[in-house]
């Protein structure tokens, strides 16, 4: 048996019920697979990859909380940090009833590849909780969140590891963390991202995922001879990412014509009204009927829907797996020829695989959705520098790096004879530095 099947065997074996764990880790090893072969020896004296599949540690804790009528509730908290050999743990916090540890080591173990790529220095880290902010009123959420960082504080610090949003976890929610951080540390510092901008946050950070996603998108159509203008988008989600995809689409003359949430979708033939969108999600937080309300041209559905639309250009900004095998073989019979992920493996090993034999040209979300995580480095080199940039001067950087990842994608794609896979050069470019990091460090 080879040393990576031996590893996919061992994931399994040592971390049951973590279906989502499991399938990250085959996606990466099975890239790495022609890396690995060439040295197989050395690497697995080393135990390089039991390593990587590892966490470095995971931090588990009870949140208590006191909901408006008085009644006591408790949640999961989890912190995962999972490698830290070119920086410090970095990544979001989710906050959706969903939540698990295997979810939570999922996201972790993306993250090292994804922060790896934006070539800045930021390990790899995630967390959150089964908390469930949908429906709870603000006094609820930081009740909530002041419970979470009671605890998370004594493991994180801006040299040690900074946490930001993800699913569930916006600005409210990081002000109210940041909060209490800085009430029970004294210290006034970077150690979260995607802050306010009247206490350390950066310009361009909350559409960065977003711009980064639609950047890298025109650069993947670019390089294969086509061009973005006047293409048709179908777009999942109504969150952070979604919001500000559809903004920059629409802004390089492409037209997203879908979005949906939890509940349901919409299709505006039209083009989606981004102003209206973020009324209704950023402002209301309502639901998606509530755009449709306002909005003649679009029409809702209940459920899911979105990959039924014909399009261009497919971009998944929801959440894991919700673009499944038959999604992709609907997407490639009305014509879809790129897609590129928002969210974080939202597309099925199947469905991947589906659109990689058709000719899709296919972007995995480590590579895709990396602008958000590069832009929060931004804040934390401006937090240490205690300066702060223009909105231009981050976009343009944000630019920069979404660009240099395409190209050091395809080309590690090329040197291993693979063309055009663009989720085996994402992993071996991913994984190339992390790996020369934790040689250089020993064993540890
Ligand atoms: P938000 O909470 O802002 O939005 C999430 C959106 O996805 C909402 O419209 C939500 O609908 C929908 N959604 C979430 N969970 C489900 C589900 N289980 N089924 C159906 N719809 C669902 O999150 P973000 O936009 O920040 O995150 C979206 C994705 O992008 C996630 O995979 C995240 O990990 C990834 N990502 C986020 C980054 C960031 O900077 N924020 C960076 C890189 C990746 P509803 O409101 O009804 O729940
Ligand atoms: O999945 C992700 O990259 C994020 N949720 C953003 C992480 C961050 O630290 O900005």
Request: glycine letters at 10%; aromatic letters at 8%.
């Amino acid at each position: 048996m080879s040393y990576v099947d031996e590893v996919l065997d061992l994931v399994v074996a040592k971390n049951p019920a973590q279906p989502e764990f499991h399938q990250a880790t085959k996606e990466v090893l099975e890239s790495l697979r022609v890396v690995i072969e060439a040295n197989e020896d050395e690497y697995k004296k080393d135990a390089l990859l039991e390593r990587l599949v590892t966490p470095e540690r995971v931090i588990m804790f009870r949140v208590p909380w006191v909901d408006d009528k008085g009644q006591v509730q408790v949640n999961n908290g989890f912190r995962v940090q999972f490698n830290s050999a070119i920086g410090p743990y970095k990544g979001g916090l989710r906050f959706h009833p969903s939540v698990n540890l295997g979810i939570i080591k999922f996201l972790g173990f993306e993250q090292i590849f994804k922060n790896s790529l934006t070539g800045l220095p930021i390990g790899g880290g995630k967390g959150g909780s089964d908390f469930d902010p949908k429906g709870k009123s603000d006094r609820e959420v930081m009740a909530f969140c002041q419970s979470f960082m009671t605890e998370l504080c004594k493991h994180i610090g801006a040299d040690t590891d900074v946490p930001a949003g993800d699913i569930g976890v916006g600005g409210r929610e990081i002000g109210y963390m940041y909060g209490q951080y800085k009430r029970i540390r004294n210290l006034y510092e970077g150690v979260l991202t995607g802050k306010g901008l009247t206490y350390g946050g950066s310009l361009a950070r909350t559409e960065a995922t977003g711009y980064g996603l639609l950047y890298l998108t025109a650069e993947m159509l670019k390089c294969n001879g086509k061009d973005i203008a006047g293409k048709t988008v179908a777009i999942s989600g109504a969150g952070n990412v979604a919001i500000y995809a559809i903004q920059k689409a629409q802004q390089l003359g492409a037209k997203p014509v879908t979005c949906s949430d939890s509940t349901g979708w919409i299709y505006d033939p039209e083009g989606i009204d981004v102003a209206l969108l973020k009324e209704v999600k950023e402002v209301k937080r309502a639901r998606l009927t509530e755009y449709a309300a306002n909005r003649p041209s679009a029409v809702y559905h209940e459920g899911k829907g979105v990959w039924t639309v014909a399009c261009d250009i497919a971009l998944p900004c929801a959440t894991q797996n919700e673009l499944n095998l038959d999604d992709a073989k609907t997407l490639v019979a009305n014509g879809c020829f790129a897609v590129a992920e928002g969210a974080n493996m939202p597309t099925t090993l199947e469905a991947t695989e589906y659109f990689q034999k058709n000719g899709v040209l296919f972007c995995p979300g480590k590579a895709s959705n990396a602008g958000g995580v590069a832009t929060s480095a931004l804040e934390m080199s401006q937090n240490s520098e205690r300066l702060s940039w223009t909105f231009e001067e981050v976009d343009n950087k944000l630019q920069n790096i979404m660009v240099n990842i395409f190209h050091n994608l395809d080309d590690a794609a090329k040197r291993y004879g693979k063309e055009g896979d663009y989720v085996a050069g994402a992993n071996i470019a991913g994984f190339e530095k992390v790996a020369t990091a934790m040689k250089a460090q020993g064993i540890v």
